[in-house]
């Protein structure tokens, strides 16, 4: 069982950054892939970006590619989303979730593919 909680949410204008964190109570966690995923009022669930176990392969969306990036460090059971260049778009639900990255040997980009979720943090872009 993993849990994951997000923190780091908030209010920010157009154009500024912020930096999301995920911190996994799972004893083997670079044994899981991470990703992040975002949620806009009345819209589904998107997947944002993911990182493999290790740390050394991530992937985007093309909606945040060049202005997202995604780390990890797995000493600390923490996996980060570093926002850049952010846009009123952006303003949604962010969650981080988990799966066993043995299972697919990839960085998976649905969700039902990811087996544990955080709780989530809100992120709001002003104009």
């Known amino acids: 069982q993993v849990q994951l909680v997000e923190s780091g949410g908030g209010l920010v204008q157009a154009g500024g950054s912020l930096r999301l964190s995920c911190s996994a109570s799972?004893?083997?966690?670079?044994?899981?892939?991470m990703g992040w995923f975002r949620q806009a009022p009345g819209k589904e669930r998107e997947w944002v970006g993911g990182?493999?176990?290790?740390?050394?392969?991530?992937r985007y969306a093309d909606s945040v590619k060049g202005r997202f990036t995604i780390s990890r460090d797995n000493a600390q059971n923490t996996v980060y989303l570093q926002m850049n260049s952010l846009k009123p778009e952006d303003t949604a639900v962010y969650y981080c979730?988990?799966?066993?990255?043995?299972?697919?040997?990839?960085?998976?980009?649905?969700?039902?593919?990811?087996?544990?979720w955080g709780q989530g943090t809100q992120v709001t872009v002003s104009s």
């Open positions: 799972a004893r083997t966690f670079s044994s899981y892939g």
């Open positions: 979730a988990a799966y066993f990255y043995g299972r697919y040997g990839l960085i998976v980009d649905t969700r039902y593919e990811y087996e544990y």
């Open positions: 990182i493999s176990g290790n740390g050394g392969s991530t």
